[in-house]
């Protein structure tokens, strides 16, 4: 029995959430697993009323979980940085999750931005540090408010946090067993202490996966071929900073926010899976926002979990249904409603 801690959050969170809960419930039934939520309410209406984000005993709370279930975290209302330091990086921290995973899969090359991309030229993964970096939220300032002023931000990078990041993401690249080749995402010619410990550690864990071929690419230049030649690439390990930048762009390559799912990972603890796209406040209550993302995270989760059986079931429905149904993925353009497009998934497993 999975025990899955939900949190729908903000705008349209709950909207998706209720889509990929629909599926979720359509996969159990059908593949034979059993599982049970409950329902948590972090985010900003609760934080309006009461000032309260994540706190320490909640932190607890959620260890008890086989996985947590997130639909997104942003308020209009609510001062930006806020909830995401006190409910998203909290948990992150919280619970440990070193690793983000962000699968860049293209399900319909009518989406895709790039002239003359197949489904075959974007299928890559990025394997994102996940707890220390410039997030550690490191630094200080030093005469404020006054003309001399400076603020220092620090890069914080552990050879602990550095070395299992990296072991993860080569076990991934073995696991995974496409083009079996890891590339390093990194910056060494400039942050060269940061980096000098990446690369180092990089080089040395590579030793003992003499089967992964491994590459080197600047942040800048990833970004470029992202663009030009995605299909050069398999996996790719970065930092918590380049990261989080890179995998935007993966989401826009890959047809944009609406499909884009994610997991913040401990893979020895309590993992957490979520559509990547935010709260869309403008879109909330309408129901026209496109759930992929939130169904495909669902789907991640259950994989995550050991049901690969019904995870590769919820995948390729989704494939299904961005090839042959939708006319966009944008929010508004489906030519569905976001309860209908669930219900074609939940029909199609």
Not at 54 to 70: F, G, P, R, T
Not at 263 to 270: A, I, K, R, T
Not at 282 to 289: A, D, H, M, R, S
Not at 303 to 329: D, R, T
Request: hydrophobic share 40%; charged share 25%.
């Amino acid at each position: 029995m999975y025990k899955i801690a939900v949190i729908a959050g903000d705008g349209t969170g709950p909207e998706v959430v209720r889509e990929g809960l629909k599926v979720l419930k359509a996969a159990s039934s059908k593949f034979g697993f059993e599982y049970e939520t409950k329902e948590f309410d972090f985010g900003g209406e609760r934080y309006l009323k009461t000032a309260k984000t994540l706190e320490d005993k909640d932190i607890e709370e959620l260890k008890k979980y086989s996985a947590i279930y997130l639909g997104a975290i942003g308020h209009p209302d609510v001062k930006p940085g806020i909830l995401e330091q006190g409910i998203l990086l909290k948990a992150r921290f919280g619970l440990d999750q070193y690793i983000n995973l962000r699968p860049v899969k293209l399900y319909n090359a009518d989406f895709c931005p790039l002239k003359d991309k197949k489904e075959t030229d974007v299928d890559f993964v990025v394997v994102r540090e996940n707890s220390e970096g410039l997030y550690k939220g490191m630094g200080e300032f030093q005469k404020k408010g006054t003309k001399d002023e400076v603020a220092i931000q620090i890069s914080y990078n552990t050879r602990k946090g550095v070395e299992r990041c990296i072991r993860y993401a080569f076990e991934y690249t073995r696991k995974r067993n496409k083009r079996k080749t890891l590339t390093l995402c990194g910056k060494t010619n400039v942050l060269t202490y940061a980096w000098d410990l990446w690369q180092r550690t990089f080089n040395e864990v590579a030793s003992e996966y003499p089967d992964i071929k491994t590459d080197y690419a600047h942040v800048d230049a990833t970004t470029m071929w992202f663009v030009k030649n995605p299909e050069w690439f398999d996996v790719i390990v970065t930092d918590n900073m380049f990261g989080d930048i890179i995998t935007d762009l993966g989401a826009m390559v890959q047809g944009g926010m609406g499909i884009a799912a994610g997991g913040n990972l401990n893979p020895e603890g309590v993992s957490m899976f979520e559509p990547i796209g935010g709260s869309a406040p403008k879109y909330t209550g309408k129901n026209v926002i496109n759930p992929l993302a939130a169904i495909c995270a669902a789907g991640m989760m259950l994989e995550n979990l050991g049901e690969e059986k019904a995870a590769s079931a919820i995948e390729n429905a989704v494939i299904g249904i961005a090839k042959n149904k939708l006319k966009s993925l944008g929010a508004a353009k489906m030519g569905y409603s976001t309860s209908e497009v669930g219900d074609l998934v939940a029909e199609n497993l």
